[in-house]
């Protein structure tokens, strides 16, 4: 039995026998054709091309329906690569003028293609290049007449184990019998990540050398709440995960009833759940998980798979889609947070991009991206109860020309006659320790603050948060954190204006104690998350969680605080794992 750790992605237990991809990989040898062969070989790269364009329409239209426009746009990019007309000619001419077979000409071409995006240093490039090799296996399949890739018709159940899973694997997975994967590389933030979330299929990614250490047929549990790959459990190990998910299962029935119950705790107070969204569609999941509105909408998913940027009235569509779903509910649209490992149209490869020009900067010196987002928003905002919030600021004098940039537009929209809303709550996201620290400053000029702790972790303690090599010192327990976070709390509360928290660890229960005690009453999250919280806010008292909060600020490691809230959430919920 071996234990790996890597990072938990998409949440919930399996246990399967593995399917190990990366060993189904095709290969291509440097074969040379006969010249009388040249014509049946460009045929043949013309007919694979009309195939995969073929296959990749029909693909994307079926995760439009199923899981919306913004998820579906991933493939118009393959689409892009397999029609661009020098991509086609580098591959005719290699098999006229080389002699070289068609698969060979499409594996020359790919690898160049992979190879000119590895050379420019910056995140959207590199994420890119998986999905060229997903474009090189589908054209493959159709020029080898290969198998199709089982991943979509599966007989029997597997974890998937693969060195890295395109976007479009991923959607394709076949739900029945594909129970969870596990890879080398990626990120909380990859496209995969964000698929595997909204298909519900438990994951843990970052693992290294995964593909390495598992052989086809292993048996594998993957945990994609604590981020576990086990290899070859042993006979209790197994039992004992069957247990869980038994009880998993339990739980989560359970779960469904709480989600018409009010978020209020066993003393009579009040707490608000919210949902965060990435695309317009999932407002829908959030309000069937029970959640009051959105605490976090993150529009740079606009950009993510579009190969331009989006125009003011793309953005006013998604904008309106989200108002409209919600009803009368509250939505916080928050503006772009591009840049670091949320690729940007207008690139510009940075040294160190978590410190670089992101988010509020990068808006601040791109006026027409920032401009235009704010136009529709603004125009949306007749439609239903929007916030407008701002990520990433550090600095006063950052939040004072966002929010002066915010009136030029307000003063447009004035003369050119176009209705908007006049007294739309303006919000900042604390993310960085300045913000936290001069949150007594910044608490005077805004309606809200949101506690983006992902962010916040990762600038407090110094750890790239999609680095899987000190994935290991990322924790929301440690004490500097969470002092800053109290303190955010209690300078919100001493000026009366509204805090919420919308990083991950606000779904996390075993932190809800914590932050109920620290004095949190709103809290934002994954929709998945919002009945297990619920359910832990209905079981205590405030009393018990200020007791926690007192206990735990007096500690001075992470592992001591974490076990200690571990133990304190399951003395509350026992089916927590
Ligand atoms: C955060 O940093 O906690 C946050 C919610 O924003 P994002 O995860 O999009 O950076
Ligand atoms: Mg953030």
Redesign the pocket.
Known sequence: MEIKKGIPVSHGLAIAPALVLDAQQFTVSARKIKPEEVEHELDLLNKAIQASIKEIEQLRKKIAKKHGEETARIFDFHIAILNDPQVRARMENSIRENHYSAPYAVSVEMRRHVKDFLDIDDSYFRERVKDVYDVDRRLMRHLTGGRKEDLANLDSDVVIVAHDLTPSQTASLDRKHVLAFATDAGG??SHTAIVARALGIPAVVGLNDITADVSPGDTLIIDGYRGLVIIDPDEATIQETKLKLQEQTEFERALIETRELPAVTRDGVKVTLLG?IEFPHEVEECIRAGAEGVG?Y?T?FLYLSREREPSEEEHYQAYVDVLQAAGNKPVVI?TL?LGAD?YTQAREPERNPFLGCR?IRFCLRHLDVFKRQLRAILRASVIGKLQIMF??ISQVMELRQAKMILNDVIEDLEEEGIEFKRDIPIGV?I?TPAAAIKASFLAKEVDFF?????????YTLAVD?ANERVANLYTPADPAVLRLIRDVIRQGNRNEIEVSL????AGQPEFTLLLLGFGLRKF?MAPHSIPEVKKMIRSVTIEQATKVARKVVRLDTDRQISIILKDEARKVLPGLI
């Open positions: 909380h933030t965060n976090l993150r740079e928050r947070d949320k988010s990520p990433l996201m993310e949101s506690i983006g702790t992902n962010d916040l972790i990762q948060r919308c990083g991950e660890m934002s």
